[in-house]
């Protein structure tokens, strides 16, 4: 079913009717070019007009080239989980549905729902996730056969059921351990990132997120913690702190790489608790409308010079691993809590979803077409009627975010290597990895009926 990654061997120049380099102004380049090095990297974008002399192999496109979206909170395995309580609130939704049904997955079925889930997310343009889970080991493998781009946090939790998995101390040194053999980044393209996911205040005591916090400063990781996600997750945690955020200043868990999903439930003085620590957020509006957990204050955040990238969540309470659909999500929600029909433009949402994403999860080498960065790219097809006026540069934007995204999507390449090729993938089969899918998903719906919990 897989065939092993290589990175590419020879450099390559794509030539494209329009790139979107997603720099900070959200520059239109047309008849541009984007020079790919043979190890996967970018070193020259521009004009056509005005581009070096080369005599590299040449990939032209007819439609637009952007960077990769970068989805900086998801839990992608759970793919074999989607639709499952679908009406309930987080916690119920948690406690008496997600738990007892993660506790029957192991490592066979994760590898088979993050290898699902990668070649979802590809073919929507998205290279990179943040990821939340576990059985580390499973979720590496399937990134890998299928070629896309990981940031993976494996989940440190103390919440009943879970001791099946250790203790969070065991936990916590499992992933040191693995930074400190192969190093943060590893793989070819430097596909594989490690850091550390605990999971939230409410099933971790303050100790253990104080250490666990300490031992990705000590690495350079990155943290990644649900914070603040219901008004009523973390009762005793705000009575005794005043709020989440409070609490991981109070135990000095807000130095180094953090990043706080969700982050629904914020005082200002929590915004500016962030601000001051340069705690970044993923923003999960569809997760958080579905659960009715509420709306993040995305403007207050972005206003206080908080990093704000988008993230889908899992795809059992998303339920959609498509990041433009967020995208669009963040800024409807953006305008109608804040009565400004400007508020989150399409160059804004674009920039969150590649640039910002990259930036909250503090990298620089992705989430932009610029020299230095992967070329994680993707293919964006103009030959549609939903770009009324292509060659008008604010109207093309708009277009793409509001009314085009992911189904516009053809080909995608991470670190130089086409991963996508007219909307299928090239290492995997996506039948086998649907059919696999489908049999865990039987299995858990089976033992429901059978009544076995």
Not at 385 to 414: K, T
């Amino acid at each position: 079913m897989t065939a092993p990654i290589t990175a590419p061997t020879t450099a390559r120049r794509f030539t494209a009717a329009v790139v979107l380099p997603c720099d900070p102004g959200c520059s239109v380049l047309r008849d541009a070019v984007v020079d790919v090095d043979a190890t996967g990297r970018i070193v020259h974008v521009g004009p056509a007009a005005t581009a070096p002399a080369s005599d590299a192999p040449v990939t032209a496109l007819p439609g637009a080239l952007l960077p990769g979206l970068v989805n900086t909170h998801a839990h992608t395995p759970m793919i074999v989980l989607r639709g499952m309580g679908g009406d309930l609130p987080l916690m119920r939704w948690l406690q008496d549905v997600m738990w007892p049904a993660e506790g029957k997955l192991d490592g066979d079925d994760v590898r088979a729902g993050m290898t699902s889930g990668c070649i979802e997310l590809l073919r929507n343009g998205c290279t990179t996730s943040v990821e939340m889970y576990f059985f580390p080991d499973a979720v590496v493998d399937a990134v890998t056969a299928v070629g896309s781009r990981v940031v993976l946090t494996p989940g440190i939790i103390a919440a009943p059921g879970w001791d099946r998995l250790g203790t969070w101390e065991e936990m916590r040194d499992d992933i040191s351990a693995r930074i400190d053999s192969a190093g943060l980044r590893s793989g070819p393209g430097e596909r594989i990132e490690l850091g550390y996911g605990p999971h939230a205040a409410y099933t971790l005591s303050p100790e253990a997120i104080a250490s666990i916090a300490e031992h990705a400063r000590a690495r350079g990781a990155l943290m990644h913690i649900h914070v603040a996600e219901a008004a009523d997750e973390d009762l005793v945690q705000r009575a005794a702190h005043g709020s989440v955020p409070a609490l991981l200043e109070d135990v000095g868990a807000l130095a180094g790489r953090v990043l706080a999903a969700h982050s629904v439930q914020l005082s200002d003085a929590d915004v500016a608790l962030y601000a001051k620590r340069a705690t970044a957020v993923a923003h999960c509006p569809g997760s958080n409308a579905k659960l009715a957990a509420g709306i993040a204050r995305v403007a207050a955040l972005r206003r206080a010079g908080v990093r704000v990238g988008l993230g889908t969540d899992g795809p059992a309470s998303g339920d959609t691993l498509d990041l433009w659909a967020e995208a669009r999500l963040a800024g409807l929600l953006a305008r109608v809590t804040s009565g400004d029909a400007a508020a989150l433009t399409a160059a804004e949402l674009l920039l969150m979803a590649t640039r910002d994403g990259a930036a909250a999860i503090g990298r620089d080498d992705i989430g932009a077409l610029s020299p230095g960065r992967w070329a994680d790219l993707v293919h964006v097809d103009l030959d549609d009627p939903v770009f009324a006026a292509p060659g008008d540069d604010a109207q093309l934007l708009s277009n793409l975010v509001w009314a085009g995204g992911s189904r516009l999507v053809r080909d995608v390449w991470v670190a130089g290597e086409q991963v996508i090729a007219s909307g299928e993938p090239t290492r995997v089969n996506r039948a086998d990895a649907t059919a696999a899918v489908r049999a865990v998903a039987a299995r858990l719906h089976g033992d429901n009926l059978h009544g076995d919990n």
